[in-house]
C-alpha cells in the first residue's frame, strides 16, 4: 500500500535560514512523488514534482527536493527562508497504477520569524 | 487560461440539510477529482471522473455523497442529509494526461 509520512508537523525558522521539511514514502510502484504549498484561504499549489527523472528536483520559489530510494525519503529544502513562504506544505505520491490518484501526507505546518 | 472554480467557498449548514458543492474544471481537461480534508487528518481522495465516468470512486465515505459530471465538463458533489463528521474542506482539481493536477481553492463546509 501507498503511503506518505510527514515527519513534522510543525516548522519554525527564522528569516533568512534554511528549511527543511522531511518526507518518507512507501510505495510498492514506481512512485511520483511531489510537494504542494497551500498559503492561508488559497488552494493547493505545485512546488515541485519526480517522476523518475533527476534524482534532484528543483521547483518554484527556490524549493528543491532529493529524492532518495535507499532511504525511502523526498525531503523539500530552501537555502533562505522568506516570510512569504509561511504556508501549510504537503509531501504527495502517486503511482502509475492508480490513474494518478494523489495521497497526501499529513502536512507541514511553516513558520517563518522575523 | 482560468483555473479549477470552485463553489461556494464556504458553506454553513445545519445537520440534515442538503448541500451541494460545484467544481468547473480547467476546460477540456477529461480528468476531475475530489479531495476532502476533514479537520486534523490527511486529505483523503474522494472520487476520479474521466469526462463523465466515474473512474474510481473507492474513497466515497458512504452514500450520503453523490458526485455527478453530466456533459463531462463540470461536477457537483450532493451531500444529504448531511452529519457533522461531514465538516472539512472539499477540493477539486482536473488534470489532462501527464500534465499534472490544477487545485481548486476549496470549498469550506461546516456542518452545525
Known amino acids: 500500500a501507498q503511503s506518505v509520512t510527514q515527519l513534522d508537523s510543525h516548522v519554525s525558522v527564522s528569516e533568512g535560514t534554511p528549511v527543511l521539511l522531511r518526507c518518507n514514502y512507501s510505495?510498492?510502484?514506481?512512485?511520483?512523488l511531489f510537494w504542494y504549498v497551500q498559503h492561508p484561504n488559497k488552494g493547493l499549489q505545485l512546488l515541485l514534482k519526480y517522476t523518475s527523472a533527476a534524482t534532484l528536483v528543483k521547483g518554484i520559489n527556490g524549493f528543491e527536493a532529493e529524492f532518495k530510494k535507499s532511504e525511502t525519503s523526498f525531503h523539500l529544502t530552501k537555502p533562505s527562508a522568506h516570510m512569504s513562504d509561511a504556508a501549510e506544505y504537503f509531501c504527495?505520491?502517486?503511482?502509475?497504477?492508480?490513474?494518478?490518484?494523489?495521497?497526501f501526507g499529513a502536512g507541514t505546518r511553516l513558520a517563518v520569524h522575523p | 487560461e482560468a483555473g479549477v472554480t470552485q463553489f461556494p467557498s464556504h458553506s454553513v449548514i445545519e445537520k440534515g440539510q442538503t448541500v451541494t458543492l460545484r467544481c468547473d474544471p480547467i476546460s477540456g481537461h477529461d480528468n476531475l477529482y475530489w479531495y476532502r480534508r476533514v479537520m486534523g487528518k490527511e486529505i483523503k481522495f474522494l472520487l476520479h471522473f474521466v469526462k463523465e465516468s466515474k473512474q474510481d470512486e473507492s474513497g466515497m465515505p458512504n452514500n450520503r455523497f453523490l458526485a455527478e459530471r453530466t456533459g463531462g465538463t463540470y461536477s457537483t458533489l450532493k451531500v444529504q442529509p448531511a452529519e457533522l463528521e461531514d465538516s472539512g474542506v472539499y477540493f477539486c482539481?482536473?488534470?489532462?494526461?501527464?500534465?499534472?493536477?490544477?487545485f481548486g481553492s476549496g470549498t469550506r463546509l461546516t456542518v452545525v
Open positions: 510505495s510498492s510502484y514506481s512512485p511520483s
Open positions: 504527495v505520491v502517486s503511482y502509475s497504477g492508480g490513474y494518478n490518484k494523489l495521497i
Open positions: 482539481a482536473s488534470s489532462q494526461w501527464n500534465y499534472g493536477y490544477t
